[in-house]
């Protein structure tokens, strides 16, 4: 496909503007101006109307595809949310409004919205108070961490460790060294879960807390989580709770009710807002009582009168995390998601959720090795087989041969405790003619790599480039778009 540079037709012009009817004037320095005119594409309205729609097509979307994106959670976002997120009186708001003289006072529906997801999270998560500013949830990790660390300064406890699963995201202990913390790794069990002796044996006065998933990367939910939280609070360390896979127990159970003191939210993964790419995101993080006080500022209260105001007094918060008040019009499309459902439309997500994992770990099991062949949660794990490793077919052969059926690739590789692991994350708002047409190229592409194992090896064969260098490509970003 052709650059719109390597469309341009000297003189072709898409917007021809009539001579203006009113007095005009420029008032720029010479020495500010160009030499010479810009060297931009010169072509038709239609010829950039073609080329956008045509790059449109080739975009792989949880809008046109499945997108079974383990430990992502790329569902379908409810385009009402979308609708109301472009309405005027949110989408033409200007970020310093409210900091205007009696700005406040034209911002009171945005800053009711702010005040109310976090009385609605609060109830969702057991938690006390919320912060609606990190960007995304690795943002919000980083701001739990450093709220943990406020916390342990302000009682003078001397603090080093923070403790992590061998299943972890990636992100926590990358946040918790970022806060200043030395990452100790819990093996996993027998049973998939953190090891609970392992982690008796590292806990000491120098350990801040632990951080951790529930249920975690394999799909997993602990049975142990109250008694692990007990055992950080006995050394006044802190739990966190990374809250990438609170879908699979949304409605159902809080992390405040098992033991954990911080919670991050991913809103895309949880409650249906864009996701891609790496923004725009929020994660909101929320803590109990005795962390309100380190929260971020600005923090959205209600006035006895009613009204809403920001509020900056707060001696002991740790600063400012965002510009403004994070991404709003994200924390609105999740709050849309969230009155939509309501209580009981929450817990049926959960439900969704776990439903379809299981139905996909069944019908999976006998071509594919289940890292764990027992219930799971939001997602499942398996890992190629010993027929297909001895035929030299890797997991990374049958995500790329999944995208010439037709289906983005589920996650590979992780977590890092599974050998050739795939990780399949069917969230809740696909249907099972959906799940059973992944199913079915699945089970083709297993019996592939026993006939022919060469054919995946060669995937994909749809795409205008087949297997690009991959750790080169993270490295040398090239996204133009023209």
Request: aromatic share 8%; charged share 20%.
């Amino acid at each position: 496909m052709k650059l719109l540079f390597e469309k341009s037709v000297p003189g072709r012009r898409g917007v021809c503007p009539g001579p203006s009817d009113v007095p005009t004037s420029v008032n720029i320095k010479d020495d500010l101006l160009r030499d010479s005119s810009a060297a931009l594409p010169e072509l038709s309205e239609l010829d950039v109307v073609r080329h956008f729609t045509e790059l449109s097509r080739r975009n792989f979307g949880v809008d046109t595809n499945f997108y079974p994106l383990g430990s992502c959670t790329m569902k379908y976002n409810p385009k009402v949310a979308e609708r109301i997120a472009t309405y005027p009186g949110f989408a033409h708001l200007h970020p310093l409004l409210p900091q205007l003289r009696m700005g406040g006072m034209l911002t009171q529906g945005a800053l009711a919205i702010l005040y109310e997801m976090d009385l609605l999270l609060r109830e969702i998560t057991g938690m006390a108070g919320f912060t609606m500013q990190p960007m995304a949830g690795a943002h919000g990790e980083l701001t739990g961490m450093m709220i943990m660390a406020a916390y342990h300064r302000d009682k003078g406890n001397k603090k080093t460790v923070l403790l992590a699963p061998d299943s972890a995201h990636g992100t926590n202990p990358a946040s918790a060294a970022i806060a200043g913390y030395r990452v100790v790794s819990i093996p996993s069990d027998a049973d998939g879960v953190m090891d609970l002796k392992a982690l008796k044996q590292a806990i000491n006065d120098e350990v801040a807390g632990v951080m951790l998933t529930c249920p975690n990367t394999l799909g997993l939910f602990n049975p142990h989580i109250r008694e692990i939280c007990d055992l950080i609070h006995s050394v006044d360390g802190l739990a966190y709770y990374d809250g990438a896979n609170l879908n699979a127990i949304v409605g159902k159970a809080r992390p405040g009710d098992f033991g954990f003191d911080i919670v991050h939210l991913n809103l895309h993964k949880t409650f249906a807002t864009p996701h891609g790419g790496g923004g725009p995101g929020a994660g909101p993080v929320g803590v109990r009582d005795h962390l309100a006080p380190f929260l971020p500022v600005s923090i959205v209260v209600k006035r006895a009168d009613g009204t809403y105001a920001l509020e900056y007094d707060r001696p002991k918060s740790i600063g400012y995390v965002a510009p403004f008040y994070g991404n709003f019009a994200i924390v609105l499309r999740a709050y849309v998601y969230i009155l939509l459902l309501g209580k009981q439309g929450l817990a049926h997500v959960a439900e969704n959720a776990v439903l379809n994992a299981n139905y996909i770990r069944c019908k999976l099991k006998d071509y594919y090795a289940p890292a764990f062949d027992k219930l799971c949660k939001h997602e499942c794990v398996f890992s190629t087989t010993e027929t297909m490793a001895a035929n030299g077919v890797h997991a990374i052969d049958i995500a790329k041969a999944l995208i010439d059926r037709g289906f983005h690739p589920p996650t590979v590789y992780f977590p890092t405790i599974v050998k050739e692991a795939m990780m399949i994350e069917p969230t809740e708002t696909e249907s099972k003619e959906t799940l059973d047409a992944f199913i079915a190229a699945m089970i083709e592409i297993a019996e592939l790599a026993q006939k022919d194992p060469e054919a995946l090896k060669a995937a994909p064969i749809t795409t205008p480039v087949s297997r690009p260098n991959e750790t080169a490509a993270a490295k040398n970003l090239n996204i133009a778009c023209l």
